[in-house]
Nanobody, 120 residues
């Protein structure tokens, strides 16, 4: 059973930085496409961005240039580096994984979430 465990959330002032980590247990990270999602109070969950098994990344427009997703397959860990944080980035952040299989796009595995709060 694949498990994802996020860490690194917290309270930061606007303009500050945080790095979230997502450790993968029970699976081999190199075979998964990974993504980060977030959900703010009263809002729907949204995709922040992701990284394919080959390393290609993509991002939501509002975080481009501020957020960077990377992966360390040797450590079975994915990272979300966030800089220039804004109050509107406040949310619970989740990592998710799906097998990197052609035509398969369901994220089967999810972490428990980590809270990021950005104060103004």
């Amino acid at each position: 059973q694949v498990q994802l465990v996020e860490s690194g959330g917290g309270l930061v002032q606007a303009g500050g930085s945080l790095r979230l980590s997502c450790a993968v247990f029970g699976g081999t990270l190199s075979t998964y496409a990974m993504a980060w999602f977030r959900q703010a109070p009263g809002k729907e969950r949204e995709s922040v961005g992701g990284i394919r098994s080959g390393g290609i990344t993509y991002y939501k427009d509002s975080v481009k240039g501020r957020f960077t997703i990377s992966r360390d397959n040797a450590k079975n860990t994915v990272y979300l580096q966030m800089i220039s944080l804004k109050p509107e980035d406040t949310a619970v952040y989740y990592c998710a994984a799906r097998p990197e299989v052609s035509g398969y796009y369901n994220y089967d595995y999810w972490g428990q979430g980590t809270q990021v709060t950005v104060s103004s």
